[in-house]
């Protein structure tokens, strides 16, 4: 072969790129060489050197009782100012690697504020001030986003919590009165919000609602193989839970139920109570009701109160009207017990 220019240009390139892999290669072969171990969605322990799409890294699993989430509410550390003002302090912790058993047997990585999903209902009256002081233990960045009024700084947007140890304060005053979500805000934000990262919070008004057996239903779906649609609804994350373990409630007592509706991906949910009909507050606003019906209809963060009472003991079904949300697991059951006579067994309120 004659050397040319050119063909001495293509040897010297061909030389420079058979020296670089040699150099990178043995690097690549040493790192491929390391099985990585993983959990998967079953709950296998498995190990590979390649990629594991959506892997879980770690095998602790979430603790999380939907029937003491259910009547769970938190009013924070109190301190009182000179003025008399009362400040609620909450510290909320950010994680992204935790994994909960969602169902028998099937395993979801979820994000969560202070170890659970939902995150904690925080609750203070109306013109309190709310301190969270918010810690982002996470591998990817997170913040708070609360619906209600407050500044712009403190609408958890614009100022994203970087992960391993990250920090902000959200401070405001609570208003307005009713029941908002919160939840992350950073993009993607439909997946921070579907893997588990919102709570309630409730803002009561300064006079007292009439004491009641109250609780806290956040409606939600679980997406298990990440292709936009949920797989599991639920009334607080377990699907079926409350069908299998009923609440217990009393005739001629009332109930108030805190409902937020967290599903993404489908457009609406429903929730209909069977053998009785509910006042029903849309967000909570207001203190005369909108409604009385036996089913009201929410789209994303739509959220209300509803109080009721039974006349009659037995078995009654809540459920979402759209069948399939309820045969997904988003269903329960009302368990209504004859007022007790004797003090001493009433059920205690969560107020
Ligand atoms: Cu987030």
Redesign the pocket.
């Known amino acids: 072969m004659r050397i040319t220019r050119s063909n001495a240009m293509i040897l010297l390139f061909s030389i420079t790129a058979i020296l670089s892999v040699i150099a990178v290669f043995p690097a690549i072969s040493e790192a491929q060489s390391e099985p990585k171990t993983f959990v998967t969605h079953s709950g296998a322990v498995v190990k590979t050197t390649g990629e594991v799409l959506d892997p879980l890294y770690t095998s602790a699993t979430v603790e999380f009782d939907p029937m003491e989430y259910l009547r769970d509410f938190n009013y924070g550390r109190v301190l009182q100012l000179s003025d008399g003002t009362t400040v609620r302090e909450f510290t909320i912790i950010?994680n992204d690697d935790e994994i909960m058993e969602v169902s028998p047997g099937i395993f979801f990585n979820v994000?969560t504020f202070n170890g659970t999903v939902p995150g904690p209902t925080i609750r203070a009256t109306e013109g309190d001030i709310v301190r969270i002081k918010f810690i982002n233990n996470g591998e990817?960045?997170?913040?708070m986003h609360f619906h209600g009024i407050h500044p712009a700084g403190m609408d958890g947007v614009f100022e994203p919590v970087g992960g391993n140890g990250g920090q902000f304060v959200y401070e405001f005053e609570a208003g307005p009165v009713g029941v908002h979500p919160y939840h992350?805000h950073?993009m993607p934000l439909e997946e921070?919000i579907v893997r588990g990262?919102y709570g309630v919070f409730i803002v009561d008004p300064k006079e007292e609602r009439p004491p009641a057996d109250e609780m806290v239903m956040v409606l939600n779906g679980l997406d298990m193989d990440f292709d936009g649609e949920n797989n599991f609804y639920a009334a607080n994350t377990i699907p079926f839970y409350y069908q299998h373990h009923p609440i217990q409630i009393n005739t001629d007592e009332l109930v108030r139920v805190y409902v937020v509706n967290m599903v993404e991906f489908d457009p609406i949910n429903n929730l209909h109570l069977h053998g009785n009909l509910y006042k029903y507050y849309p967000t909570g606003t207001d203190l005369v009701p909108s409604f009385y019906t036996d089913m009201i209809t929410l789209s994303q963060t739509e959220r209300g109160i509803m109080e009721f009472e039974y006349d009659y003991p037995g078995k009654y079904l809540f459920h979402a009207h759209k069948v399939e949300f309820s045969e997904k697991g988003w269903v329960g059951i009302f368990l209504v017990n004859d007022k007790p006579t004797n003090d001493e067994q009433e059920i205690e309120y969560g107020t």
């Open positions: 950010a994000w990817k960045e997170h913040t992350c950073v921070h990262l």
